[in-house]
């Protein structure tokens, strides 16, 4: 991205904040202001939003701790995290700006927690704010969920947690399972006590699916006062999320009651950094420069409302090209926004399943890889020559398809061993129906098979 003025930069920023609110999107709670003065690889200074209770600044891009770089382990054959690796992504991250880390006790199978805390705790406790969340996805018990909320601090290594989230709230059976996870335990009266203690700072949930979930907890503002809330966001789900809940909805419930958005899923599980070819051309005529990815990036960062936009950055390369997209943010044009409005309801249109990749279904008692799986069905399927048996690349998208198959997911892993049943089920927060995916994904396969 071209360096720009500050001038130039904040008279942008007006026209096109000035034209998104009168698309409709209202601003939140939270407001631009100037970041730090050292280099960064945008070439200027990070964009920051003020939470509009703690008035502190946190930067619009927040580090997702669910994709830690990982280890082969020799010893037990297993992967462990690249601890020496979090530890410099984490110093690259803060040195440009960052100041917001979300991870939960159920990332990476727990390793999350840990390594983020062992990266973070070798900086100064003001310089960054961490999230954490409490997944008490199997064991409803009071006594459980504060074992995990009293164990976060531990392996996190603090005496207070910046932003605490109920984890994935609208997932399985909706209303009920919301009952039985933060009120007929008390949970939720338990973590508003520890708001007003200060050990919790700000008290928020992340939504996935149940639109009635959404709307029954953002009824109760009033009582709780939420702090923040975590949605997912992109140019895909604004029109086109699953069970009705556009983000378009969920941003304007929150932004009109001045609650701050924090953004999950800007790249739709990773498939808005890599679009078929049309769109990704349209992209490069417009800004030559810029990622694919960058523009979920500047979609996110647009809405005043929205307080950091998550990102679960493995490699160092991903890292620094979000921080260039914000650093600073350039926000949408008006006819950038219709552009990728349009796009996203193209990109709805490809059959792909609506894997995010977050791994909560995993492990599989049977060995399959669920999210590979999809990842590399998604990925055929959204370069579009699979799906047409009279285009000239056809063969060619078929060979690799079948190639890429056993590349990305080996044998035991794969669709086929998939037995349907239906453990998994409960675990999606996109609530895919996996086991009939599953036996889709092996029949298609097949099918190509069949073909050579
Ligand atoms: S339904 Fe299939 S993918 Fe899901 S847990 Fe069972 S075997 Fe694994
Ligand atoms: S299938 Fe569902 S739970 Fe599993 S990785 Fe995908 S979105 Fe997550």
């Known amino acids: 991205m071209e360096k720009i003025d500050r001038r130039e930069f904040l008279k942008i920023a007006g026209a096109a904040g000035a034209a998104l609110v009168a698309g409709g999107c209202t601003a939140g709670g939270s407001e631009d202001s100037a970041g730090r003065g050292a280099l960064k690889p945008g070439g200027g200074d990070m964009t920051y939003r003020i939470n509009p209770k703690t008035s502190e600044k946190v930067s619009l891009l927040g580090y997702g701790c669910m994709r830690w770089p990982l280890l082969e382990n020799p010893v037990q054959g297993q992967s462990v995290i690249d601890q020496e690796e979090v530890n410099r992504l984490v110093d690259y991250a803060i040195e440009h700006g960052i100041t917001y880390f979300d991870t939960a006790p159920l990332y990476i199978q727990g390793w999350s927690e840990p390594a983020t805390g062992k990266a973070l705790s070798r900086h100064p406790r003001e310089s960054y704010t961490i999230a954490t969340k409490l997944s008490n996805f199997n064991d409803f018990s009071a006594q459980a969920a504060k074992k995990m909320y009293h164990n976060s601090f531990k392996r996190l290594q603090v005496d207070y947690i910046d932003y605490y989230l109920l984890h ?9 399972l919301l009952r039985q996870r933060f009120f007929d335990n008390g949970i939720l009266d338990f973590l508003v006590e520890e708001r007003s203690a200060g050990r919790i700072r700000n008290l928020g949930f992340s939504y996935h699916g149940d639109v009635k979930v959404f709307d029954y907890l ?83 960062g647009s809405y005043p409302g929205v307080l950091t936009v998550l990102s679960g950055m493995t490699y160092m390369e991903h890292l620094v090209d979000n921080l260039s997209t914000y650093s600073p943010l350039e926000p949408l044009s008006q006819q950038e926004l219709e552009f990728l409005l349009e796009a996203g309801d193209q990109i709805a249109a490809f059959p792909v399943v609506p ?34 048996t009279a285009a000239s690349e056809y063969k060619k998208a078929r060979m690799e398809y079948l190639i890429g198959y056993d590349r990305a997911v080996p044998k035991l892993r794969q669709a086929d061993h998939c037995i349907g049943c239906g453990r998994c089920l409960k675990h999606c927060p996109q609530q895919i129906k996996i086991p009939r995916m599953m036996r889709e994904i092996d029949e298609f396969t097949e099918s190509l098979k069949q073909q050579i």
Not at 168 to 176: L, N, Q, T
Not at 245 to 267: F, Q
Not at 359 to 383: D, L, R, S, W
Request: glycine fraction near 8%; hydrophobic fraction near 40%.
């Open 355 to 388: 894997c995010t990749g977050c791994q909560y279904c995993m492990p599989c008692p049977y060995g399959v890889n669920i999210p590979a799986v999809f990842a590399h069905y998604n990925k055929c399927i959204t370069e579009g020559a699979i799906l047409d």
């Open 168 to 176: 994935a709230v609208g997932g399985g059976s909706g209303m009920e």
């Open 218 to 300: 953002i009824s109760l503002h009033d009582q709780v006062k939420w702090d923040f809330v975590q949605i997912q966001m992109n140019y895909v789900d604004w029109h086109n999320a699953v069970n009705d809940a556009d983000a378009e909805y969920l941003y304007g419930e929150l932004s009109s009651r001045g609650i701050p958005v924090v953004i999950m899923e800007p790249l739709l599980g990773g498939r808005l950094a890599k679009v078929n070819e049309h769109i990704t051309q349209q992209f490069k005529m417009k800004r030559p420069k810029d990622s694919v990815a960058s523009w979920a990036f500047r979609f996110a």
